[in-house]
């Protein structure tokens, strides 16, 4: 069974015009995180949320925004998708950092194409 | 913040033999590293943790180091099978729940 589900997994949008991706969890996790991934290269981190505290890397783009309305949903909005957002973003969850067993759930990923 | 360095160049290795893959990282040694295995087009999927008290971790055909000395994690696969061809990825948590990747190391085990 699905733990983590992303969707959609394929999205085209266009040019500056704005798109939400969405994450939702059955593990009951209280940090969900949400990368970009770009080719041969490492899942890079955006945010990530710890209950309801968000915490923004400081080189993420203003241009990308989340919510997190409960513990089981989380959405990345890009307000004005340019070419060079197109990218695997991939969301994942986890216990907090303190716990015994903290390694990250993954879903499958949002391929987005930008046109 | 941490700097995670993974060898970029693929490991090409018969089967059968061990692949052994390196993680370093350049600051503060974290409490504990994780490794993950990501095919073309998924999500990364969770392997073995292991602590900085802990000098080695098992899981069947795997093997993870911890040398904080070293500031390194090695990663062995023994026995190795084409099915475990794939990208090998490093991460640790930073503090706050941050947890962060290195860029992985391609697999590619050759019957």
């Known amino acids: 069974d699905a733990m983590v589900i992303q969707n959609p997994r394929y999205q085209v949008t266009q040019f500056g015009k704005p798109v939400t991706l969405s994450c939702s969890q059955t593990?009951?996790?209280?940090?969900m995180y949400w990368y970009q991934q770009k080719s041969s290269q490492a899942p890079k981190l955006l945010f990530h949320y710890y209950d309801k505290d968000f915490n923004n890397e400081a080189d993420t783009p203003d241009n990308f925004q989340s919510r997190r309305p409960n513990t089981s949903f989380c959405f990345l909005d890009i307000r004005s998708p340019g070419l060079g957002d197109a990218a695997m973003y991939l969301c994942?969850?986890?216990?907090?950092?303190?716990?015994?067993?903290?390694?990250?759930?993954f879903g499958q990923g949002t391929r987005l194409t930008v046109v | 913040s941490q700097k995670i360095e993974q060898n970029s160049e693929a490991l090409n290795i018969q089967e059968g033999k061990t692949a052994t893959l390196t993680c370093n990282y350049t600051?503060?040694?974290?409490?504990?590293l994780q490794w993950y295995r990501q095919d073309p087009g998924r999500g990364p999927v969770f392997l073995l943790l292991i602590r900085e008290n802990e000098k080695e971790k098992r899981k069947e055909r795997l093997k993870v180091t911890f040398d904080t000395t070293l500031k390194q994690s090695l990663f062995h696969i023994t026995a190795s099978q084409p099915a475990d061809s794939a990208t090998y990825l490093c991460?640790?948590?930073?503090?706050?729940?941050?947890?962060?990747f290195g860029a992985g190391t391609i697999l590619r085990v050759k019957s």
């Open positions: 994942a969850t986890s216990r907090e950092g303190g716990h015994m067993n903290t390694e990250a759930f």
């Open positions: 991460a640790l948590m930073e503090y706050g729940n941050k947890l962060v």
């Open positions: 593990l009951n996790h209280n940090v």
């Open positions: 600051n503060y040694s974290p409490a504990y």
